[in-house]
T-cell receptor, first 112, second 113 residues
Framework: SQQGEEDPQALSIQEGENATMNCSYK?????LQWYRQNSGRGLVHLIL?????REKHSGRLRVTLDTSKKSSSLLITASRAADTASYFC????????????FGSGTQLTVLP | GAGVSQSPSNKVTEKGKDVELRCDPI?????LYWYRQSLGQGLEFLIY????????KSGLPSDRFSAERTGGSVSTLTIQRTQQEDSAVYLC???????????FGPGTRLLVL
């Protein structure tokens, strides 16, 4: 099974609305990260939340982490058309493994 | 400072030819990663370099794929005898430490005809 599965796969909202994306994972983690990707090119890091943190804010972004449920959510408030992109969660496992595992992403479309 | 750069941006090749993709990480970053992304899909981990340690090659899909990192900086991903299924965007990322924030290059879009 794949670590870091996002839900929903696609989300379409009106400008000004809030967008919520969820991520579930299976193994214990050191941290969880959210990335954004435009047009199939490089990813841009948005926010990192560590396993001992429950909530983190950055501008219009709010990330929560529930390690008991092995899940995280990304909330984008007051969305803008420019927020249209794919959003990926990535988990950094605890233990010896060093690479992040990325989910398949949520495609967010914000309609003007 | 400068971000991660990759070259070429786009590469079109014929089936059976070899290709080399280059990645220049952020200076001082000890960790370097290669990923592959097919159209509309997530990222598939290929290989990871950390300092002078032996690379983690567990994600390489076949022995046609290899990578090296010279002097702890620039990395080259080589695909030998390319196949049509190798067509994808190849992304490179670097980070100051492993498991921390990764900084991605713009990717190389490879098309094998």
């Amino acid at each position: 099974s794949q670590q870091g599965e996002e839900d929903p796969q696609a989300l379409s909202i009106q400008e000004g609305e809030n967008a919520t994306m969820n991520c579930s994972y299976k193994t214990s983690i050191n941290n969880l990260q959210w990335y954004r990707q435009n047009s199939g090119r490089g990813l841009v890091h948005l926010i990192l939340i560590r396993s001992n943190e429950r909530e983190k804010h950055s501008g219009r972004l709010r990330v929560t982490l529930d390690t008991s449920k092995k899940s995280s959510s990304l909330l984008i408030t007051a969305s803008r058309a420019a927020d249209t992109a794919s959003y990926f969660c990535a988990t950094a496992p605890s233990g010896s493994a060093r690479q992040l595992t990325f989910g398949s992403g949520t495609q967010l479309t914000v309609l003007p | 400072g400068a971000g991660v750069s990759q070259s070429p941006s786009n590469k079109v090749t014929e089936k059976g030819k070899d290709v080399e993709l280059r990645c220049d990480p952020i200076s001082g970053h000890t960790a370097l990663y290669w990923y592959r992304q097919s159209l509309g899909q997530g990222l598939e981990f290929l290989i990871y370099f950390q300092g002078n340690s032996a690379p983690d090659k567990s994600g390489l899909p076949s022995d046609r794929f290899s990578a090296e990192r010279t002097g702890g900086s620039v990395s080259t991903l080589t695909i030998q005898r390319t196949q049509q299924e190798d067509s994808a965007v190849y992304l490179c990322a670097s980070s100051l430490f492993s498991r921390e924030t990764q900084y991605f290059g713009p990717g190389t879009r490879l098309l094998v005809l």
